[in-house]
């Protein structure tokens, strides 16, 4: 059973930053995307950005243009979310997701394996 762990998540004031990590374990099959997904209580789970895992190609919700940064390192299996100029509204669960076979990045039933979160919280 393959496995993600998120891990980086945690409280800062706006403005500030942080850098999430997705460490892979255990896992199986091909390899297509790695991509990060948020939920606020009572909201959708939406998408935040995903990087193809073959070339590096990176595509991000117009929410977090221009602030968020992912990438990945194929070799360790990890993969990254570098968040800068964090704003209220970013306060979710951020989920790590993983898709093996070419698929709608934005669509979070696209993606075959999850992990459990980690919280981002931004005070004003």
């Known amino acids: 059973q393959a496995r993600l762990v998120e891990s980086g998540g945690g409280t800062v004031q706006a403005g500030g930053s942080l850098r999430l990590s997705c460490k892979a374990s255990?896992?199986?099959?091909?390899?297509?995307?790695r991509a990060w997904f948020r939920q606020a209580p009572g909201k959708e789970r939406e998408f935040v950005a995903a990087?193809?895992?073959?070339?590096?190609?990176?595509y991000y919700a117009d929410s977090v243009k221009g602030r968020f940064i992912i990438s990945r390192d194929v070799a360790q299996d990890m993969g990254y979310l570098q968040m800068n100029n964090l704003k209220v509204e970013d306060t979710a669960l951020y989920y790590c997701?993983?898709?093996?076979?070419?698929?709608?990045?934005?669509?979070?039933?696209?993606?075959?394996?999850w992990g459990q979160g980690t919280q981002v919280t931004v005070s004003s």
């Open positions: 997701a993983h898709r093996q076979y070419p698929g709608q990045l934005i669509l979070s039933t696209e993606y075959e394996h």
């Open positions: 990087v193809i895992w073959s070339n590096g190609n990176a």
């Open positions: 255990n896992r199986h099959g091909s390899s297509y995307a």
